[in-house]
């Protein structure tokens, strides 16, 4: 198939985004599942307005000029979000210390990690960019998961990490959003700053979208 674009569909940000987490080595991971599908966005779509919205999508990323043939027999698509993420803001209704009581923001305590396409498809789609591991050297040293090295390469897709309070409002677009790529994983939220208050905390995680509006999930955590 000739392609116009490199991600090839595209999935909605949840409204009621999942968060799940994992405590260990002293540090604590939220997996932050905001997407969902069906697809809203696909480059086979055969019913003409559902395609028109795949286009504006594209175009919304700059991505129009890959121009490719792929097989379809057995190619993946790259599947991509299709909100971008300006902000997530972190509350909880519990102390968490003595600088964060109940409902203070906790931005400052959590690093978020997230995989993208954008650089990819922003070089103009330039693959020498991906013939090593562009994996930043603190993510896959505390990613708790495997990661196929390999297969980020081929998918394009690059790993990033920074303190949540750093977050720019367009950092968090293209992120990585497919159930078929076998190295996907959701953003994280990480933090090493464990609570000395309250052991057990209920967090609320907030998502303004780049269209302005949010979307709120929460979890029930438990420190031992």
Not at 30 to 37: A, N, P
Not at 128 to 149: I, P, Y
Request: hydrophobic fraction near 30%; glycine fraction near 4%; include cysteine.
């Amino acid at each position: 198939m000739d392609r116009f674009s490199y991600v090839g569909e595209y999935f909605q940000a949840s409204q009621s985004p999942q968060f799940e987490y994992v405590i260990e080595d002293n540090s604590l991971t939220l997996t932050c599942k905001i997407w969902s599908g069906p697809e809203v966005g696909y480059i086979q779509y055969a019913n003409p307005e559902k395609f028109d919205y795949f286009k504006k999508l594209c175009a919304k990323y700059g991505d129009t000029g890959y121009n490719r043939t792929t097989d379809d027999q057995t190619y993946a698509y790259p599947a991509s979000c299709a909100n971008t993420i300006a902000r997530i803001d972190i509350t909880s209704a519990n102390d968490w210390d003595e600088q964060h009581p109940a409902g203070s923001l906790l931005n400052d305590l959590f690093d978020i990690e997230y995989r993208s396409f954008a650089k990819y498809i922003e070089s103009g789609y330039d693959d020498s960019l991906f013939t090593n591991n562009n994996d930043d050297d603190q993510a896959a040293a505390t990613r708790k998961r495997m990661t196929h090295l390999a297969l980020d390469n081929f998918f394009k897709m690059t790993t990033t990490r920074k303190p949540l309070n750093k977050l720019m409002d367009n950092d968090l677009r293209l992120i990585v959003a497919s159930y078929y790529t076998p190295s996907h994983e959701y953003p994280l939220l990480i933090t090493e700053c464990l609570p000395v208050i309250d052991m057990q905390q209920t967090l609320t995680i907030k998502l303004y979208l780049d269209d302005g509006t949010t979307r709120t999930g929460s979890v029930e955590t438990v420190f031992e």
